[in-house]
């Protein structure tokens, strides 16, 4: 049976001697383990390139597929792409022709972009509404819940301040790992089809749309490099020992808090119970999407469920049971959600803001610098 919003709420209100007090919502997905799977490349200080794998206390070694801080930009990225059909509001800015959101910038909300953009002619930290956000520790969080919601579930911080400044913790957490591998070896080689020799040099363009050039007044200023460096030339086969692993269990794990969203307030008890019901609603949705629609984390990394079916499991303080949800009924149960805390006076806004002088120049700078980084 699935889950309804009057349970949902019960699950998520301040608790109570004798009532059923919600603890948590966790979902396992176990994955088909044929083939090779590619984990994320990691890069030390001394550009070293690894897995983050680690060794069990019997021997047994995972590598870790997505990290929840991944898994938060995806769960993102599902709800910023409903978020017309969720009603969901956003905090925004465009510049240079790049739109800038609250669900794409890194720190959220609290991103040193928004730091420096204007909100009706005020520096945006300095506004009425700023202010409200970027408070270092709201007993309230009826601002964060109107204008930025995903800072609630996957938190934020303002870590240009430190200590001093917001700091809201994540209450979801979804990660992937893989257990029980073994290393493969990657290849890596190319059959330049011009033949072109090692012994010759070409320049790096100055710009990067061309690559490469042999005329000195065209060169980004620096010595000339072999043909490989740009891309041509012949690369001899080599192996390495980055070329993936297989895996006897691989598994995603999502766990949604309700004790810590009981740490949020929104101004009474009713307003309590409705706002927590929205937030854990928008994380099923977020969760259901995302197992429905496939995973695929990056090349080399297909993940397919071994079940049809996505089961959560509802913690509460009188025990578990089964919630079998599918995103539709999560989508119907998030829109009921929104809707109860509408009637309560809590609804969301969104917000356009414009780029200070400085953010505006900053970017501009950077434009005349050529690229940010150069990977070769």
């Not at 001394?46 to 021997?59: L, M, N, P, Q």
């Not at 890596?188 to 007044?217: C, F, I, K, M, N």
């Not at 009713?270 to 928008?282: F, I, K």
């Not at 913690?315 to 149960?333: I, K």
């Amino acid at each position: 049976m699935q889950v309804s919003y009057e349970e949902l709420l019960e699950a998520c209100l301040d608790y109570q001697p004798g009532r059923a007090t919600g603890r948590s919502i966790r979902t396992t997905i176990r994955f088909n383990t044929d083939g090779v799977v590619r984990p994320p490349i990691y890069v030390e200080k001394d550009k070293t390139r690894i897995y983050a794998v680690e060794r069990r206390g019997d021997g047994a070694v995972s590598a870790q597929l997505d990290s929840p801080a991944s898994q938060a930009n995806r769960f993102e990225a599902i709800l910023r792409a409903f978020r017309e059909i969720l009603g969901l509001p956003v905090i925004w800015l465009e510049i240079d022709g790049k739109v800038i959101d609250n669900f794409t910038a890194p720190h959220r909300v609290f991103d040193s972009i928004f730091r420096r953009a204007v909100l009706d002619g005020v520096d945006f930290p300095k506004s009425k509404i700023g202010q409200m956000l970027w408070a270092p520790r709201p007993k309230d969080m009826s601002a964060l819940f109107r204008y930025c919601p995903n800072v609630l579930l996957f938190g934020g911080w303002d870590s240009l301040a430190k200590w001093s400044g917001a700091r809201i913790a994540k209450v979801v957490e979804s990660y992937v790992t893989a257990h029980h591998i073994e290393r493969c070896c990657g290849t890596a080689s190319r059959l330049d089809p011009l033949g072109l020799g090692r012994d010759l040099r070409v320049y790096r363009h100055r710009e990067p749309a061309l690559g490469w050039t042999l005329q000195p007044t065209e060169a980004r200023g620096e010595s000339p490099v072999e043909p490989a460096k740009v891309v041509l030339g012949n690369i001899p086969p080599s192996l390495n020992e980055l070329g993936g692993v297989r895996a006897q269990e691989i598994i995603q794990t999502t766990i949604i808090s309700l004790t810590a969203l009981r740490q949020y307030s929104f101004g009474s008890p009713e307003r309590n119970g409705a706002a927590r019901a929205v937030l854990t609603a928008l994380a099923l949705f977020a969760a259901a999407v995302q197992f429905e629609s496939g995973g695929w984390l990056r090349s080399g990394c297909q993940l397919d469920p071994l079940d049809s079916e996505l089961l959560f499991q509802l913690t509460t303080s009188t025990g578990t049971r089964a919630l079998p949800l599918s995103a539709e009924q999560a989508l119907t149960l998030t829109q009921t959600a929104t809707a109860a805390t509408r009637r309560l006076g809590l609804e969301w806004e969104s917000l356009q803001l414009e780029p200070s002088e400085d953010l505006i120049e900053l970017v501009r700078r950077n434009g005349q610098n050529g690229d940010p980084e150069d990977e070769n």
